[in-house]
Nanobody, 128 residues
Framework: QLQLVESGGGLVQPGGSLRLSCAAS????????IGWFRQAPGKEREGVSC????????TMHDSVKGRFTISGDNAKNTVYLQMKSLVPEDTAVYYC?????????????????????WGQGTQVTVSS
């Protein structure tokens, strides 16, 4: 069974930082691209960042460019989202998701509907 377990969310002040973790089990990251998505109340789910099965990161939303960094640790089978310079507009439930790829394939899909396995989500709240 493919499972994704997220952690690291919480309450942080504007300008602060958080690191989210997505621990994968039942599969190897060499065969899956991993995407981070977020959804705020009353808004559509949007892509944040993704990492290919070859370990290359990609920003999926202009608002997080230069602030969020995605990375992977294949030894731990875990993907991270390092978030800095957080603003209230970043407040949302953050989800990680996986999609099967060829072995260590470059690039990752940007569309949420292409990801078939999802984590439970972790709440990120940016507020004073």
């Amino acid at each position: 069974q493919l499972q994704l377990v997220e952690s690291g969310g919480g309450l942080v002040q504007p300008g602060g930082s958080l690191r989210l973790s997505c621990a994968a089990s039942g599969f190897t990251l060499d065969y899956y691209a991993i995407g981070w998505f977020r959804q705020a109340p009353g808004k559509e789910r949007e892509g944040v960042s993704c990492i290919s099965s070859s370990g290359e990161g990609q920003t999926m939303h202009d608002s997080v460019k230069g602030r969020f960094t995605i990375s992977g640790d294949n030894a731990k089978n875990t993907v991270y989202l390092q978030m800095k310079s957080l603003v209230p507009e970043d407040t949302a439930v953050y989800y990680c998701a996986a999609v099967r790829t060829a072995y260590r394939r470059s690039g990752c899909p940007a569309l949420a509907r292409l990801y078939g396995n999802w984590g439970q989500g972790t709440q990120v709240t940016v507020s004073s």
